[in-house]
């Protein structure tokens, strides 16, 4: 009898490489020719900057979980926190600003349901109709303490750098789950890898209502 096998975490301290089927999707769309404006909530990595150079695009680089944890310890468990309030310094977005592409990564996976929100209710007046939103979800039981960082190698190849060796419990968020606290966009394409992620592809459905109405 087959028996469901619970994906392993890699050693905390182990730089790895991992396969996308979902970025390739996305990456295929830029062009050297067509500004692409791209929202990296992620930390910068020189890696990336390189990556993007090739193509013309305008990156914004937010460092969303860094910048709040170092501006304001302890804002990420306080129920009590203004959230909305805090991430809308932390991300320092002009109003008129509009991206073609967000980098989630595994920002998710450190956020309560309701801070998700919050966070998709400031993202969605900076998207367009066509704007794609990456994100990471583990279905691990554990992950690290805190984000690590990943690099593009090539179109369809991450490499994961984690933070610390601290682990802490996973929130293992489902797409029902992820999809209401998106309020805003929905799921566009999804993929489950066998490293233990899930990809996913959000659209901004508000953003087409928005231009139908106007329209």
């Known amino acids: 009898m087959l028996r469901a096998v ?4 890699e050693d905390a301290t182990t730089v790895e490489q991992r396969p996308s089927k979902a970025l390739p999707l996305v990456l295929s769309r830029l062009s050297e020719e067509r500004k ?18 090739r193509y013309s695009c305008r990156l ?17 468990e306080d129920p009590e926190a203004d959230f909305t309030s805090l991430c809308a310094d932390a991300l320092d977005l002009e109003p008129e600003e509009r ?3 967000i980098l989630a990564w595994d920002l998710f996976d450190y956020l309560r349901p309701d801070q998700i929100h919050s966070l998709a209710g400031l993202l969605v007046p900076h998207c367009l109709e066509t704007t794609v939103l990456f994100a990471l979800a583990s279905y691990h039981k554990q992950i690290r303490a805190r984000p690590g960082s990943y690099e593009l190698l090539a179109p369809d190849r991450l490499r994961y ?14 797409e029902p789950d992820l999809q209401r606290a998106l309020s805003g966009f929905v799921v566009g394409q999804s993929f489950l890898l066998r490293h233990g992620q899930h990809e996913y592809l959000f659209t901004c459905a508000a953003a087409k209502g928005a231009a139908r109405a106007s329209g």
């Open 6 to 9: 619970e994906p392993q975490l």
């Open 36 to 53: 692409t404006r791209i929202l990296d909530l992620g930390g910068a990595t020189g890696t990336n900057v390189r990556f993007f150079s």
């Open 60 to 76: 914004h680089i937010a460092d969303l979980f860094a910048t709040l944890v170092h501006d304001e310890p302890g804002s990420l």
């Open 99 to 101: 991206f073609d592409l």
């Open 161 to 174: 750098h984690p933070t610390g060796i601290a682990l802490r419990s996973s929130p293992r968020h489902k």
